[in-house]
């Protein structure tokens, strides 16, 4: 029987990358996980895939964040997901892992790409978790990916740090606001993590961000997934409100 075992999550984006890696450790740990994507269905049911074979449980749920109507679709099919498996729809685990990055100069945030960034990375959160709260029992978790650029300068991803600012303060209020019922939230700041970028194929580019973590290497989804697997299960019960660096020393200086 794994930590997680009779507990029922959901991952934000985890058709790829962190959120994939999370949803696997999840179900790892006993889980019934659901698989969140907008358009990348085929990623996500291979994650589904990944999970059964290992003798996990796991399904898809799709939903475009950021748009009008995001959080009523993604429960919609969440329910129906956990329903079918469970009778019932408790939600024990949020992880808020999708985001969107900006890239783009402090001069060349237009208006309409700034709102974009907000709408995924911290509107949608924020009425992920006030939707998620009327299906979460006590002793729930709530994890929230930031990124270690709310600490670190980096002038083109202006806009995409203030939304993770923003995403920072989920943890901070929420943690007081729930700690009554015993659920926790926190914050997991990720440095730079592989994912499907192609700037992850080119070495020099590779050699360059490994060498501002204190480990001399890039983050890979798996140990952020460790982390966020940590936080959901009961050895963290006593960590709420926390940010918690998984940068791999790149906050360090
Ligand atoms: P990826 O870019 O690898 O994957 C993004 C995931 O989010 C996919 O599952 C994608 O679904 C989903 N997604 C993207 N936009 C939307 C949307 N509008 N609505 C619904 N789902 C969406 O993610 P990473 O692993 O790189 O990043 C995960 C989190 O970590 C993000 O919040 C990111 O900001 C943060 N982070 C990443 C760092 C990094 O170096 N990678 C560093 C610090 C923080 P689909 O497959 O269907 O497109």
Known sequence: MGRLTGKTALVTGSSRGMGRAAALRLAADGALVAVHYTSNEEAAAEVVELIEKDGGRAFTVRAELGVPGDVHELFLGLEEGLRERTGGTDLNILVNNAGVMGGVKPEETTPEKFDRVFAVNARAPFFLIQRALKNMPDGGRIINISSGLTRFANPDEIAYAMSKGAVEQLALHFAKYLGPRGI???SV???????DNPVFQIPEAVEQMSGLSAFGRVGEPED????VAFLASDDARWITGSFVDATGGTLLG
């Open 184 to 186: 926790t939230v926190n």
């Open 189 to 195: 700041a990720p440095g730079i993590t592989r994912n």
């Open 224 to 227: 952020v997934a460790d982390v």
